[in-house]
């Protein structure tokens, strides 16, 4: 992969605002290539009920802005992507 910053590249799970890994981990491969990208935690059954849990958490939050609110944010989320295009080489 050519990647340029390859911190961009992270091997856990974004939970509850925390980047968290696991002892178990499986592959990620390249379909085209065969090659391995990394690996990745595979949370069990207690990882995956707080990540969900979490994400239900924060999807309360989220859904208390209006559509309009919630197109400006992705919008501006949007535009800072684009501004760092070159970075994550999309």
Same mark, same amino acid.
Request: glycine share 4%.
């Given at each position: 992969? $050519?990647?340029? $910053?390859? $911190?961009?590249?992270?091997?856990?799970?974004?939970?509850?605002?925390? #980047?968290?890994?696991?002892?178990?981990?499986?592959?990620?491969?390249?379909?085209?290539?065969?090659?391995?990208?990394? &690996?990745?935690?595979?949370?069990? !059954?207690?990882?995956?009920?707080?990540?969900?849990?979490?994400? &239900?958490?924060?999807?309360?939050?989220?859904? !208390?802005?209006?559509?309009? &609110?919630?197109?400006?944010?992705?919008?501006? #989320?949007?535009?800072?992507?684009?501004?760092?295009?070159?970075?994550?080489?999309?």
């Amino acid at each position: 992969m $050519n990647l340029k $910053n390859k $911190n961009l590249l992270v091997n856990k799970c974004y939970v509850n605002g925390s #980047w968290v890994g696991s002892e178990k981990k499986f592959k990620v491969i390249n379909p085209a290539t065969g090659n391995l990208i990394l &690996e990745v935690p595979n949370f069990g !059954k207690k990882e995956t009920i707080e990540a969900i849990d979490a994400a &239900e958490f924060a999807f309360k939050s989220w859904s !208390k802005f209006t559509a309009h &609110e919630r197109s400006k944010i992705l919008k501006k #989320w949007y535009d800072l992507l684009l501004k760092i295009k070159m970075i994550l080489q999309l």
